[in-house]
T-cell receptor
Framework: GNSVTQMEGPVTLSEEAFLTINCTYT??????LFWYVQYPGEGLQLLLK?????DKGSNKGFEATYRKETTSFHLEKGSVQVSDSAVYFC????????????FGKGITLSVRP | EAQVTQNPRYLITVTGKKLTVTCSQN?????MSWYRQDPGLGLRQIYY???????DKGDVPEGYKVSRKEKRNFPLILESPSPNQTSLYFC??????????FGPGTRLTVT
């Protein structure tokens, strides 16, 4: 079956530090890949997505590249801010029209001033 | 504004007392889903619906029921809640060509 593996957390960084959150997946074919963010006390918001190999999704200074050869979709940001403190989820949606998202366990990011 | 709404946002109840969490979307989406979020487990799908009167089990359907009588609504029913159903619940909707849009969440505590 499909699965998503995220690096263990939590992660604590100082403001302006470089961020990498690892995500690898198992799925057949070419799934769509997503990063969702959950700010404290709020629901999930789509941060970025990529729908085919070598696509780069980007938003709010975050980037992730769909790497088919390594089945990865790592999230990066060059300079984090305190306002980036949140829980980050990597997810995949199988090829074809399908309602189900498979999520990773999520990782909590805390950014210190 | 395009959105998914859930009610209630917070609920504390007792074991065995039937409850319903409502979910409504205004985007005319075909697909709707319910997820639960638990620490260390991420989000897991409970049930999903492809369209009116078409529902199917997700990964963790035990103890839950759903119905889809109208396209915009997808209520989650707990006939006899138990403490292990204490969780944060999210409803989501999507069309075949878009990523899911999530509701704000319902935090349920069963004592």
């Amino acid at each position: 079956g499909n699965s998503v593996t995220q690096m263990e957390g939590p992660v604590t960084l100082s403001e302006e530090a470089f961020l990498t959150i690892n995500c690898t997946y198992t799925a057949t074919g070419y799934p769509s890949l997503f990063w969702y963010v959950q700010y404290p006390g709020e629901g999930l918001q789509l941060l970025l997505k990529a729908t085919k190999a070598d696509d780069k999704g980007s938003n709010k200074g975050f980037e992730a590249t769909y790497r088919k050869e390594t089945t990865s979709f790592h999230l990066e940001k060059g300079s984090v801010q305190v306002s980036d403190s949140a829980v980050y989820f990597c997810a995949l949606s199988p090829e074809g029209a399908n309602s189900k998202l498979t999520f990773g366990k999520g990782i909590t990011l805390s950014v210190r001033p | 504004e395009a959105q998914v709404t859930q009610n209630p946002r917070y609920l504390i109840t007792v074991t065995g007392k039937k409850l319903t969490v409502t979910c409504s979307q205004n985007m005319n989406h075909e697909y709707m889903s319910w997820y639960r979020q638990d620490p260390g487990l991420g989000l897991r799908q409970i049930y999903y619906s492809m369209n009116v009167e078409a529902t199917d089990k997700g990964d963790v359907p035990e103890g839950y029921k759903v119905s889809r009588k109208e396209k915009r609504n997808f209520p989650l029913i707990l006939e006899s809640p138990s403490p292990n159903q204490t969780s944060l619940y999210f409803c989501a909707s999507r069309s075949p060509w878009t990523e899911p849009v999530f509701g704000p969440g319902t935090r349920l505590t069963v004592t």
